[in-house]
């Protein structure tokens, strides 16, 4: 365990958000075009990367948690703090920069979390006619999966780590 093991967590985790802002902004083109049938696709897809992002979670935590005792962090720790108290040498500027990363990736997130909902929110209504009940009904199912997906995209953890909550 050390800085180089939280590093190569905190490299795949900046992937798993990066390919998640992807899916966020895939979905909401769709969205836009009036594609509510792909509903189905985009809100599985989100689904499998935010479950994704619940491991690398559980292992940044490991990671950091064992960094933390190594450089006798106290028990309560961001990665802000696990910067300043980065020995000397490459770690703080290395770990400071998977901070920045990250909160750009957070903020661009939010930013398509919030598109996504509102427009699944106000749901696909010119979109309906000519459709029969069963489709309006698998319509409305797939917005409530998405809408779960997307809202699922807030990343908690991960905001209180980088010290923004």
Not at 106 to 112: L, N, S
Not at 118 to 128: F, T, V
């Amino acid at each position: 365990m050390g800085a180089d093991e939280l590093s190569a967590t905190l490299w795949r985790g900046r992937r798993q958000l990066d390919f998640l802002l992807f899916l966020l902004e895939t979905q909401l083109l769709h969205l836009r075009a009036g594609n509510w049938h792909r509903l189905n696709f985009t809100a599985s897809e989100l689904e499998k990367v935010l479950e994704n992002l619940r491991f690398e979670s559980l292992a940044r935590g490991v990671e950091a948690t064992a960094l933390a005792k190594e450089w006798r962090a106290p028990d309560q720790f961001t990665l802000p703090a696990l910067v300043e108290i980065a020995p000397p040498g490459v770690w703080a500027e290395l770990l400071d920069e998977h901070r920045r990363a990250l909160v750009s990736l957070v903020k661009d997130i939010d930013g398509a979390v919030a598109a996504n909902i509102s427009i699944l929110e106000k749901g696909p209504d010119e979109a309906r006619a000519g459709l029969d009940d069963i489709e309006i009904l698998a319509t409305q199912v797939n917005i409530e999966r998405a809408l779960a997906a997307v809202s699922e995209a807030s990343l908690p953890f991960l905001r209180d780590f980088l010290g923004l909550s």
